[in-house]
């Protein structure tokens, strides 16, 4: 009752990241998500593992993405299979896929035609690049975006060369865009009661992932990102201290604050300290010198100092750190999923709170096929 979504219908033929990852937000919500399968080997999804793990003989990743989701098994090639799916397509409220451009042309699956079966449906693609134009027939996959982009060059110093993102971080911002565009579409339906075409794709994901720092070039005489020189540094666009430092034990991130303060706790003195335009042009200079005091402390010592100055740092944890930390337990973001043999598999849940209350599943990522009786009961049966 707590769900938003509830009796909502989404048809997913969606692969991979970008559409099944706004899938499960729709599925959290309270959606009721299929996912519109081959038979036998289903989605090619399930098969993309992360060092190699496999869980009921699909990918781990896949089951991190598809959990509290259906499927349905059908030949999209067989006639029969086909118009089943059509049936389905009356009954639903969304349909999201992101199969290349002129796929579900051929199918007759596209945006017209299936407006003519259900006059009403939400549909919601990814594409790479868009549906037309000189890239539409690359592949879209997420360390291709971010090299093609320019993202790559954003992270790391200034010697290391381009460095990707260690997540498919595209992919991600991507399904916030489509699962936006659905629930806006969804809006929009409810007041026309006409269908709605929402599109997204990773290329114009990349691009608003990084609106700020390309408003900054465009409007900067065309200067290319300034990655520093000091390792650590934590942003090609700004000034000291912004950035990580290794301490006595461990490392120490500091963001954006006042630098003359700074400078003061940390008995630094010169001139640039003091003028805050060459906080960015002297920024190299500054973080060596805040480099060589903060090695001096550990990071706790450094936290427990700078906070109570109201300076924003923090100690950098890694996995084992975090996830034993009491902000990490505060949290509640795990969750046990109980497989289809009774074991149970950790992941993280929904991010909403709605009215006070935490999305929670332990649905699993469904086997290839094993709901069709039950789909087909529910939505088939005259």
């Known amino acids: 009752m707590n769900r938003p979504l509830e009796g909502l219908l989404v048809l997913e033929f969606s692969q991979f990241m970008a559409g099944p990852t706004a899938g499960l937000r729709l599925a959290d919500l309270g959606a009721r998500v299929i996912k519109i399968e081959r038979p036998g080997a289903g989605e090619s999804g399930r098969q993309i593992a992360i060092k190699n793990i496999f869980v009921d003989d699909s990918s781990l990743v896949f089951h ?34 992101n199969f290349r451009p002129g796929i579900m042309e051929k199918l007759g699956l596209d945006y017209a035609n299936v407006c003519l079966i259900n006059d009403q449906i939400i549909y919601a693609t990814v594409t790479g690049y868009g549906k037309e134009g000189p890239w539409a027939k690359k592949p879209g996959q997420d360390l291709l975006v971010q090299s093609m982009s320019g993202l790559a060059w954003l992270s790391g110093n200034e010697n290391d060369g381009p460095v990707p993102f260690g997540l498919a971080v595209i992919d991600m911002y991507c399904a916030t865009h ?14 026309t009661h006409k269908s709605v075409l ?21 409007n900067d005489g065309g200067k290319l ?9 934590g942003h090609a666009y700004l000034s000291a201290p912004y950035g990580l430092y290794r301490t006595a034990n461990g490392y120490l991130a500091l963001a954006m604050g006042n630098l ?7 008995n630094l003195s010169g001139d640039y300290y003091q003028q805050k335009d060459k906080w960015f042009s002297a920024r190299d200079i500054i973080m060596k010198e805040i480099g060589d005091v903060v090695l001096q402390k550990t990071a706790t010592e450094w936290v427990s100092l700078l906070e109570s100055e109201g300076i924003w740092c923090m100690a950098v944890n890694d996995y084992h750190q975090f996830l034993n930390s009491e902000g990490f337990a505060n949290a509640r ?5 109980r497989l289809h043999d009774d074991t149970l598999l950790q992941t993280t849940r929904s991010v909403f709170c709605i009215d006070g209350h935490y999305l929670f599943t332990d ?14 009961k529910d939505y088939l049966q005259s």
Not at 206 to 216: G, H, I, N, S, W
């Open 64 to 97: 991190t993405i598809n959990r509290n989701k259906e499927s349905f098994a059908a030949d999209l090639k067989n006639p029969q299979d086909l118009a089943i799916i059509k049936q389905l397509i009356r009954k639903a409220d969304v349909i999201t896929h």
């Open 260 to 266: 003359q303060f700074l400078a003061s706790i940390l």
């Open 333 to 337: 973001m795990i969750q046990n999923i």
């Open 198 to 218: 929402v599109e997204v794709s990773l290329l114009e994901s990349a691009l608003d992932m990084q609106f700020e720092v390309l408003t900054t070039h465009m």
């Open 178 to 191: 489509l699962t936006q565009g659905i629930l806006a579409a969804l809006l929009k339906r409810s007041r």
């Open 225 to 233: 990102p300034q990655r520093s020189n000091v390792r650590g540094g």
């Open 363 to 376: 649905k699993p990522a469904p086997q290839v096929g094993q709901d069709n009786e039950k789909i087909k």
